[in-house]
C-alpha cells in the first residue's frame, strides 16, 4: 500500500512511525513532511494548504489512501477533492471540519444541542462587543472565528484587555478575516484535559486521554504556544469522568454533527476543561492534536492504519482499538526565543538508540545534516510503566540530543504526577 499522509510537523512523525509498523504499508509520501520525517517517509515538497497540488499528487502516484492531518487543509476541504479523485482519506470533509474551523459555529453546535460548554455571546461588529464588555465578568475570554495558528484564543485579566483584544481581532484584523466575528465567553476553571477520539459517525472511540502544557515556561508561566510536553494517561481524567463525557459530550457531538448533516468521520478531538459543574467542552479539534499524539499513539496497540481505514469505511463498531495500560511522556525540545523570535540552522545530534521515540518537527535537511528551522524543533517520547518512570525517561532522552539554542520545560509531568500522588 502506497500512503500519503499530509503536513510536516511532530505530529505527523508519529502518524508516519506508527503507520510503518503494518506490514503492508510499502510507501509513505509526507507533504511537505520535514529533515526529520524524511528518515521514515519520502518527503514532497508540496505545502499543506496546496489542496490542488496534493490532490494531483495523489492521482499521478497512485496513492491507495490519504491522511490529512492538520487544520488547515481539512478546513480548507482537502479530504473532499482527495475523495472526488477516488482516493480514500482519513479525515473530515469540508463540512465537517468547520466544527473547528468556526467557533461561532461550534458554540452555537452546542447550545442547540445542550453540550455543556462555557456560556457566551457572539458578536460581528467591534461596537457591539465593546458595549458588552462594559458589563461583563472579568476574567473574560475573547476568541477568533476562524483559525489563528492557535493564537486566537486571548483571556483577559482586566476590561482593558479584553478591549484592547476585541479592536486588535475586529478591527486591526490581527487574524485577518479569521475574526470578522468572535465569540466572547464565560472563564472557566478546572484542570484541563485531551480526548483524542475515533468516530466513523456512528460509533465514537476516545483514545487514551491526555494532557497538554501549552505554556512556555515552567509552572505554566509565559505565552502560549503550540504545545510545550504532554503526558498520557491524564490522571484527572477518571473512569469516571470518562463515562460522562462519552453520555453527555461525545455522543451527542457526533449526533449532533449527524443531525446537521455534517457527518464527522476521522479524530474528533475534544478540548475539556473539568469545572466543578463536571465537565464541559473548551475546544473542539477537527484533527489529532500536537503534541498530544505523540504520546497518544505510542500508547495504540492496535494497527493505525486498520483502525483508520474502519473510520473511513465506517466499521470503526467492528474493529477492536486498544490502548497499552503504560504511561507516556513527551518533552518537546525548542528554539530558545520560541515562541516570539529564535535563531535556526543549528547541527541537530539524536543519538541512533533514540532515533524511535523522537519526533521530528521543525528540522531540515542540508547537505546530510539535520539542521534546526523552527520553533518547536522535535519531542522526545518515552513509555514506561508509571507515569514517573515515563517522565524520567523522557527527561533522560533529552539531556542526550543536542542542539545549540535549545530550550525545553523542566516540569513536563510535574502537574500530573502531583495529582497522582494526591490520587493515592
Ligand atoms: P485554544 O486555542 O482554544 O486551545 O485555547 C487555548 C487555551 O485557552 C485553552 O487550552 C485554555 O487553557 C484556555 N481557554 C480557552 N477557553 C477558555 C475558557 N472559557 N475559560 C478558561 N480558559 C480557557
Ligand atoms: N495541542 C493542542 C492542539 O493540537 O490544538
Redesign the pocket.
Known sequence: MKIMVVGGGGREHAIIKKLKENPTVTEIFALPGNGGIARDAVCVNIGATDTEGIVNFAAENGIDYAVVAPDDPLVLGCVDELQKKGIPCFGPEKKAAIIEGS?VFSKNLMKKYGIP??A?EVFDNAENALEYLKTAPI?T?I?ADGL?L????I?ANTTEEAEDAVRSIMEDKKFGKSGDSIVI?????GP?VSVLSFTDGKTVVPMVSSM?H?RAGDDDTGL?TGGMGTVAPNPYYTEEVAEECMNKIFLPTVNAMNKEGRTFKGCLYF?L?LTEDGP?V??Y?CRFGDPETQVVLPLLESDLLTVMQSVTNGTLGNTEVKFSKKSACCVVMASEGYPVSYKKGFEISIPEVLQNQVYVAGAELKDGKLLTSGGRVLGATAVDDTLEKAVSAAYKAVENIRFDNAYYRRDIGKRALNAVKEAN
Open positions: 467557533k460548554t462555557a457566551y476574567p475570554v476568541k489563528a492557535g493564537k486566537g484564543v483571556i465567553e464565560e472563564f472557566l476553571t484541563e497538554d501549552k502560549n478540548g476543561m464541559k473548551i475546544e479539534n
